[in-house]
C-alpha cells in the first residue's frame, strides 16, 4: 500500500471519530438538550439512538485505520463490527434501564461476529 493512500485513510479515520465526537457533544447541546419533555423512557431512547451514530462513526474510524495499515482483514473486520455491536448493546442496555428490545439483538449480532472472528 502506498503511504499516500495510508496517509489518507489515517487521516479518514481520525475525521471520522471526530465527526462523532462533534456529533454527540454538539448534539446534546443543541438538539437533545432542546427536545421536549416526552417521558423518561422516550427521552432515554432518543438520547441513545442519538449517540449510536457516534458508535457506528468510530467503529468505521477502526475500519479506515486497519485499512491504513493494511491490515483490514475479514477476520479484524468482524472483531470492530462485534466491538462496535457489543458497544451498542451495552449502551441501550444501561440507557433504557433493560426495557428497550434492542439490546439482546445487538448483544447476539456481537457474539457471533467474535465467535466467527475467532
Request: a positive charge; hydrophobic letters at 60%.
Amino acid at each position: 500500500m502506498n503511504a499516500l493512500r495510508s496517509s489518507l485513510l489515517l487521516v479518514a479515520a481520525v475525521l471520522a471519530v471526530l465527526v462523532g465526537l462533534a456529533h454527540s457533544v454538539l448534539g446534546e447541546k443543541y438538539i437533545l438538550m432542546c427536545l421536549p419533555e416526552q417521558g423518561k423512557f422516550k427521552d432515554r431512547t432518543m438520547r441513545f439512538a442519538w449517540h449510536l451514530t457516534t458508535i457506528a462513526w468510530w467503529g468505521f474510524g477502526a475500519m479506515l485505520a486497519l485499512a491504513a495499515r493494511g491490515m483490514l482483514t475479514p477476520t479484524n473486520t468482524l472483531f470492530v463490527l462485534a466491538v462496535t455491536m457489543i458497544t451498542t448493546a451495552g449502551m441501550i442496555l444501561i440507557v433504557s434501564r433493560g426495557r428497550h428490545l434492542a439490546w439482546p439483538v445487538f448483544f447476539a449480532i456481537a457474539i457471533i461476529s467474535f465467535w466467527a472472528a475467532a
